[in-house]
């Protein structure tokens, strides 16, 4: 069966900031609290996720998650209003692109 | 300005078989004929450029390009009807979604 798949991506200023693994960190943190254990979850190592949101939180217009280094749990991580509003818009995005993409997928004559 | 991009991959049974760098791949094997001279303009090894068509070729129903290996200029390669009818089917798939990806980007609000 052939089917064609998209993926998004956010820039700001040319430079992406938002994709869907960036996404899923992001939703991963809203779930623990702790980047530490999003990590975990995800596994990827603490500072490739640590990184991530570092490269988001510096190209976009705001913060997207508040991190704190540091104590037993290794550090909190909080997403901020922007983060939330920045995830929600991502999301319908993706759903609204999905609805053109499943109707190719009908068309798609390969 | 924030924006969003979109990716088209092509899948078949699952398995990715055609994204915006084989697309140039592509293109470029049908302007020069030449895997060697295709790959040495997309500034990308040879053996990378012969493993992508041999992914295509082997996940496709039927093979894009047919490659014959040595010779003078490093073995042809020529592009199949499947593989051009493949290469127009995404370009039309890119503008569709981009179409919407451009209306999506006007109602933006981040």
Known sequence: MI???CHIIIKRNGISFLDAVKTE???EIIKCG???SASKN???SYQHAWNMIDLMNRVASEPL???SRGGANGGGAIITLYGKKTLKEFKLIE???NKRVDQ???EINL
Chains 1, 2 share one sequence.
């Open 3 to 5: 089917e064609i798949e």
């Open 25 to 27: 960190l992001l939703e």
């Open 34 to 36: 702790s980047l530490s």
């Open 42 to 44: 995800l596994k990827i």
């Open 65 to 67: 998650v508040n991190l």
């Open 95 to 97: 759903a609204e692109i």
């Open 104 to 106: 190719i997928n009908v």
